[in-house]
């Protein structure tokens, strides 16, 4: 069973990387500064989202606390 805080470190580690990498693809796109806020809100929004998903994706068959042998 994985844990919340381990589910969390996982969205984060992948999460964060890609939101920066959106975020610097959408101001050279742009030719804005990394302050814009739509750089700013597409680095957000897209961390958020892998994040969400990973967070998702591991939740997924998770027994309840205290049910993690039961059948």
């Known amino acids: 069973m994985t844990s919340t805080r ?3 470190g996982w969205a984060l580690l992948f999460g964060l990387p890609v939101g920066a ?3 610097l693809a959408t101001a ?3 030719r804005t500064g990394l302050a814009d ?3 700013v809100g597409a680095g957000v ?3 958020a989202l892998v994040g969400g998903l990973l967070w ?3 939740s997924v068959n998770q027994a309840p606390p ?3 042998g039961a059948p």
Do not use: N, S
Request: net charge positive; proline share 5%; hydrophobic share 50%.
């Open 37 to 39: 806020p739509l750089v």
């Open 56 to 58: 998702a994706a591991t």
């Open 66 to 68: 205290g049910r993690e």
């Open 28 to 30: 050279r796109m742009g």
């Open 21 to 23: 990498g959106v975020a």
């Open 6 to 8: 381990e589910r969390l």
């Open 45 to 47: 929004g897209f961390a």
